[in-house]
């Protein structure tokens, strides 16, 4: 089996790189979100390639159709394992960043996922921009997404087993908010990584629960030792 987690190296450079020389690329996979991109741009997916993992761009990118598939498009020149766009950019441009993939002649072409709704939304918070129902919310832009040719979404993990039962087993769940249960910090809509699973989630995005403890490599292996 191969491992369901992705490791958020919302760090530093330094520490991302001196992280991914401790790790086994066969453990996780590597998530370069907005902080590790905006400071190393680039540089850090080739180097972080070349260690061997498998990278998750997380740039969430949602902008015009045409704006987006350019976007894709270099994406898809870096070599990355995946990456995300927001569903909330609508149908047009869900279809054009699945455009820029095919259309690539990348060897290597990334799974294509929609964001929904950020796990830091509660039902508080969501309302306050419009979104009276969070379930409802998810489900109708992963419905979206899947016809608009994504390969799957960024969800909360509470989320997973409807998506799952509407969408089917194939469409990928990517799920961060994992969290022990006195550990929730920022995150909401949360779930312990076995409950995570048991739900349906594919990949589980794991952050700061590994690199704040003690020892993130044996973190990691724990984590594998305990959902496995």
């Known amino acids: 089996m191969s491992s369901p987690i ?5 760090v530093e ?3 991302a790189l001196d992280l ?3 790790i086994d690329p066969n453990d996780c996979k590597l998530k370069i979100g907005s902080k590790l991109f905006t400071s190393s741009g680039p540089s850090i997916v080739s180097s972080l390639n070349d260690l061997g993992f498998d990278i998750f761009l997380d740039l969430k990118f949602h902008d015009i159709p045409n704006t987006v598939y350019g976007a894709i498009a270099e994406a898809c020149e870096l070599g990355v394992w995946m990456v995300n766009i927001h569903c909330f950019g609508g149908e047009e441009m869900m279809k054009s960043a699945r455009k820029s993939i095919v259309d690539s002649e990348a060897t290597k072409k990334p799974l294509l996922i929609g964001v929904t709704l950020l796990t830091s939304f509660d ?3 969501a309302k306050r921009v419009g979104i009276d129902n969070i379930k409802k919310h998810v489900n109708s832009l992963a419905k979206l997404a899947k016809e608009s040719g994504l390969d799957g979404v960024v969800c909360s993990p509470k989320e997973v087993k409807s998506l799952k039962d509407s ?3 194939d469409f ?3 799920t961060p908010g994992i969290r022990s249960s006195d550990s929730k910090e920022d995150q909401k809509r949360t779930m312990s990584p076995n409950e995570a699973l ?3 989630s594919d990949y589980l995005v794991i952050g700061r629960p590994i690199i704040e403890s003690d020892n993130p490599v044996e973190s ?5 030792k305990e959902i496995h």
């Open 198 to 200: 048991e739900n349906g």
């Open 13 to 15: 450079s330094e520490i």
């Open 20 to 22: 991914a020389n401790k």
């Open 167 to 169: 969408l089917g087993k």
């Open 6 to 10: 992705i490791l958020a190296l919302d």
């Open 123 to 125: 039902d508080e918070g």
């Open 172 to 174: 990928i769940a990517v």
């Open 220 to 224: 990691i292996k724990s984590l594998l």
